[in-house]
């Protein structure tokens, strides 16, 4: 594996005390970079060009800083979450469309970011926080009262439901 694969490297846009790793970047970190950079359209990947999708990834943090970087993926991640479970707002759908307005490059840039974990994996800390999401607006599920009125199953063997809330199943529930 070349060194340039998990070398660090300095970003202009950040402080310059602070550099970057790309294993210190979750997957939706790295997609999210990628469509900020100037990935072309039309790219097509090809054996050997991970050296310049991660050129990509390290501009594409640049231009947004991590702050900012680190958000956008998490709303992207409720979106993606939101929208696995057919409960999409009209305000999550326009603030994701804001974002990513090239829907044909959102889905793309994902693809580009995963087939680059094979070579560059994410460190266990970008990982925790990449399974991390917000949501545009209140959870479409719940209103943000984090439980749901629901008919729970207790034993399966012995077919017992018991009915009344538990956590919602969109944003977690969390007490």
Not at 28 to 49: C, H, I, M, Q, T
Not at 87 to 100: L, S
Request: net charge negative.
């Amino acid at each position: 594996m070349p060194a340039t694969l998990t070398a660090t490297h300095p970003v202009s846009g950040l402080p310059a005390t602070e550099t970057v790793s790309l294993s210190d970047l979750s997957n939706g970190e790295r997609a999210v970079a990628l469509y900020a950079s100037d990935l072309p359209d039309d790219y097509r990947y090809k054996r050997g060009d991970d050296a310049q999708l991660i050129a990509w990834i390290i501009q594409g943090v640049t231009r947004m800083g991590m702050d900012r970087l680190r958000r956008t993926a998490a709303l992207a991640s409720g979106f993606r979450r939101s929208r696995q479970a057919n409960r999409v707002t009209a305000e999550q759908e326009r603030a994701h469309m804001e974002r990513f307005p090239n829907a044909k490059r959102d889905r793309r840039t994902g693809e580009l970011a995963s087939l680059l974990t094979l070579s560059v994996p994410v460190s266990d800390e970008a990982r925790e926080r990449g399974l991390r999401y917000l949501l545009d607006g209140p959870c479409p599920e719940c209103g943000d009262t984090r439980q749901v009125w629901a008919s729970w199953c207790i034993d399966v063997d012995a077919d017992w439901y018991e009915e009344g809330y538990g956590p919602c199943f969109l944003c977690g529930g969390a007490a």
